[in-house]
Every structure is written in C-alpha cells, then in structure tokens.
C-alpha cells in the first residue's frame, strides 16, 4: 500500500547480488513463518478453543451464533466455522480459518504497499516470524481473521481517498462488517480510518477538493458499527481470567512485538527494556511519517495508541489480555516496514522544509542489526511455543491413564471449570473413563491425581485435609506449556490411600 509519497529516491549502487540475496533471504523468513504457523495448528487446543467449541455446540441454529450466544468467546465469524464443520472433527481442522488469513496477512504483503516492494519485503521480515501473530494464526478464535480485514479496510480507505470509487467503498465495508464478526478489536482500526479520513477531509478542503465520497462512506461505516452493537455487542458481559496491571500488559505486548520475552518476574527487566525500545521505535517512526506530506501518521497515532488507550480508560476492565492489542501489533509492524525500507535504502524523508539528506550508513547497520535481533528473539519464542505448544493435555490424561491401575482415572484440580473442561474434551480421546473430582468433593474423596495449572514452580507435596480425612500428594512431572494462551500442568500422584488419624 502507499502510504507516503515523497520525492526522495533510493540511494545508488545497490548492486543485483545484494538485492538478490536479500529477496532469498525474505523468502527464507515467509517460509519459516508459513510453517511455524501450520505446526502451531498440530498444537493441542486450550480452553479458551474448547470453550468456543462446546458453546458452537448448544446452538440450535447457526442465527444463534449472532442473536443469542452472548459469551465474550464467542466470535460469531470463527464459531459460525466451527459451526459449519460441525461436531467431532479433528481439533486442528477448527483452526484452518485462522491458519488460512494468517498466512495472507503475509503472503498479501504486496498488496499492503502498493508499488513499495522493499517496504513489502521488512512487513514479511517483521510479521512472518512474529511470535504474537505465529501464536493467533494457529489458534481457533477469531484474531487472525480480524487482522486481514483490518488490513484491508486500510487498505481500501487509502486507495478511496485518492480514488473515491465504488470497489473500494465496497472492499472498506465489507471487511468492516466481516472483521467485526471476527472480533470486535477491530474497532481500533476502524477509529484510526475515521480520524485519517477526518484529516484527509481537512487537508483536501484546504485545497477545495470534493470531500462528500469520503463523507459518505464514514456515514454508512457508522451505521455498521451502531449496528453491530446494538445486535451483538451491547449483550456481551465483561470478559473473565487472570487479572494483571494494565502496565504490565502494554508492556509484554511491545517486548513481544520486537522479539523480547513476556513482563514476567524473572525477565522483567529484559522485558521492559525490549519495550522502550520498540516505543521508541514507533514514535521516531511516526515522527518520520508526519514530516512528509501526508495524513497517515494520524491513523497509526489512533489505531496504536489512541483508541486503546480511550477504550481502556472508558472501561476500565478487570482482565487486559496482550491479544487485545493485536491491532497495534500489526500496525506498528506495518509503519516500521515503511520506515525500515526507507532507511536501508539510504532514503530520507524528504518535506517542503528539510530538503533530501542521505541516511548515514551507520544508522542503516543499527537498524539491520536491530531488525535481525528482532527476528532471533522471535525465533526463540516460537521455538518454545512450537515445542511445549499451548499446553500438553493429552499427553498428560494420556500418562495418567498408563500410571493407573483400573479402568477408571479419577482426577482433581486447583480449578474446576478451566481443568475439567480440558478433561472432558480429552477423554474422548483416551480407553480408560476419566472422573473429574471437583473440589468440594476431593477431601471426601481424594482422587489418584491431583492438577496443579499455572507457571509457578511446583511445591514438592499437597496436603489436603477435611473433616479429619487427611490425603497427602507428592509431586510427579509436569507437562509444560502456555504463553500467551494455555499453561503448563502439574501432576501430583496421591501418596498411598488417604488416612484417619
């Protein structure tokens, strides 16, 4: 897509083998991000997956999905797929939808800069072995699609702004409609549409340019939106998990973006590091787009930043998840691409005031360096999102099922919906029965296993005590995993039979 017009050309003297190896390498990258991504797909489903499927599940019809199943994982484009495979079929045949357009967020690269094939080639550098996006364009929920259509709808709103024609209003409101079905954080980047088209409107008024197409069209996206919510939207209740500092999560989520590690206790320090710099990084970037003669820095300014930070100080929700900001992700992701290219080409922002200056080369090799220790610390992330996956429950029902004698593996746990859903979804996958012992019950009756979910390292014994029943459970393994969606879990076996003093 072009996104910036300026009279600056690209520096001389690139020679063909340089530009060859460069074009390999690019395709190396979107190779290796295609297939992180189909081998995500093989991981095992986590709750927030299994969820979406029980609840496709009770829907008599697939009208429901929309009208009635008023449940925040309910994303009506992914479970009416879901709907559509319908029951008992393989797990990761549920994932093909976001499989599918995570790949063409890549694949489409050219199309998100048009006549700019340098700034497409640092997209796919950026966004091919990106871990955030490796991780939901895997999984059976309905980020992945979001993203294309959020894509499109920039796409199509900066080719109508220079050309208000019929296929591109069409393009920008049906990606619209059908990335609100998708997920509703979409509505970030529609904000950062509207405030583009709103300078663009400015800027072409100054100019005495029809402004009345682009009017139009924010008039009838409008409707869509006040549509959707009153149909879908406005019944959803506050989403439930784990609670954690707004601050925190913003800043897990810029370190994920360039490759650094999550804002936990013991990488915290690396985490908010990697943070600042990406901040950084985005902000110059901005500062770059603002100085050329154009009004797009104001969509990335509202799409990233902006309507975030709005809805979250309007909301003030109890549970922040980094997936709620997959929006910047991608954008932020989509401006450095432009600014990368730029820079690496030995171009300079050129505008009325600043005329053309060359890019000093040892700018250009800090930021090749940077970029490169994006992509490595990506790379470690999805190694070890590829090899412990979203959690290994499978394998875990499995060894338990081997370890117990008798045809019945009876199971408790620190949680009874997350750990019993899990179960039940599995134990149609195992010979023996399982029989989940809720808490309530596990004192008076204290199950041959014991789950323990979570990133915590794990006491070596549980003790459980009730009504002078005393059962004593030692640790066994634990079958890692998680991330940004699942967890690892513990398993405990129960130290001999439960005893009465």
Same mark, same amino acid.
């Given at each position: ?27 190396a990258v ?7 991504r189909?081998?995500g797909?093989?991981?095992?489903f ?11 599940r ?17 994303h ?8 559509l ?30 006549? $700019?094939?340098?700034?497409? %080639?640092?997209?796919?550098? *950026? ?14 929920r309905g ?19 220079h ?28 904000a950062?549409?509207?405030?583009w088209?709103? %300078?663009? /409107? ?7 340019e ?13 409707m ?5 919510? *009153? ?30 590690p ?16 990406a ?5 110059a ?26 809805? @979250?100080?309007a909301?003030? =929700?109890?549970?922040?998840? /980094? ?17 990368? %290219? ?6 300079? /922002? ?7 200056? =060359? ?23 999805? $190694? ?20 117990? %004698?008798? &045809? @019945?593996?009876r ?6 919906? $997350? &750990? ?9 996958? /195992? ?15 204290? =199950? ?11 006491? #070596? ?16 393994r ?9 967890? #690892? ?13």
């Amino acid at each position: 897509m072009t996104t910036h017009s300026h009279t600056a050309q690209p520096a001389p003297g690139v020679s063909l083998v340089v530009q060859r190896l460069s074009y390999a390498a690019v395709a190396a990258v979107v190779t290796f991000g295609i297939g992180v991504r189909i081998a995500g797909v093989f991981t095992d489903f986590w709750m927030d997956e299994v969820v979406s499927y029980y609840l496709v599940r009770q829907c008599p019809s697939f009208a429901d999905i929309l009208l009635t199943l008023h449940n925040d994982n309910n994303h009506p484009l992914n479970s009416g797929f879901m709907y559509l495979l319908g029951p008992e079929r393989p797990w990761p045949s549920y994932r093909a939808l976001a499989l599918a357009t995570g790949i063409l967020t890549i694949v489409l690269a050219p199309c998100w800069y048009r006549s $700019r094939p340098r700034a497409a %080639a640092c997209f796919c550098l *950026l966004a091919g072995p990106s871990y955030i996006l490796t991780v939901y364009a895997s999984e059976a929920r309905g980020y992945a699609p979001m993203l294309i259509c959020a894509l499109l709808c920039v796409t199509s709103i900066e080719r109508f702004h220079h050309q208000p024609r019929w296929r591109w209003a069409i393009l920008y409101l049906t990606s619209l409609t059908i990335g609100l079905t998708a997920h509703l954080t979409i509505i970030h980047a529609y904000a950062g549409t509207f405030a583009w088209s709103a %300078a663009h /409107v400015l800027h072409r008024r100054s100019r005495a340019e029809p402004v009345m197409p682009v009017v139009a069209l924010h008039a009838i996206s409008a409707m869509i939106v006040g549509a959707y919510y *009153l149909i879908f939207a406005r019944h959803l209740p506050p989403a439930s998990g784990p609670t954690s500092a707004y601050l925190d999560i913003v800043v897990s989520t810029l370190s994920l973006t360039a490759g650094g590690p999550m804002d936990d206790n013991g990488t915290a320090g690396i985490a908010r590091a990697t943070a600042l710099l990406a901040g950084i990084a985005f902000v110059a970037a901005v500062n770059r787009s603002r100085r050329r003669d154009t009004t797009i820095w104001v969509f990335y300014v509202t799409a990233v930043v902006g309507s975030p930070l709005l809805l @979250i100080l309007a909301l003030r =929700p109890e549970v922040l998840f /980094v997936r709620y900001f997959l929006i910047s992700v991608v954008f932020i992701y989509h401006l450095l691409a432009i600014e990368i %290219a730029d820079v690496l080409t030995g171009t300079e /922002v050129t505008c009325v005031a600043e005329p053309h200056r =060359p890019t000093v080369p040892r700018w250009r090799f800090m930021i090749g360096l940077l970029l490169i220790a994006g992509i490595a610390g990506n790379v470690a992330n999805i $190694r070890a999102f590829i090899g412990h996956g979203r959690g290994q429950y499978l394998d875990a029902l499995r060894y338990m099922e081997q370890q117990t %004698a008798g &045809n @019945i593996v009876r199971v408790g746990s620190d949680h009874d919906i $997350r &750990n019993s859903l899990l179960l039940s979804f599995y134990s149609t996958h /195992v010979r023996k029965a399982i029989d989940y012992v809720t808490i309530d019950r596990l004192r008076r009756q204290p =199950p041959d296993w014991f789950i323990v979910h979570g990133a915590n390292a794990p006491p #070596p014994k549980i003790r459980e005590s009730a009504n002078g029943v005393h059962a004593e459970y030692v640790f066994d393994r634990t079958f890692p995993g998680g991330g940004l969606s699942g967890w #690892p879990w513990h398993l405990y076996r129960l130290n001999g039979q439960a005893s009465t003093p």
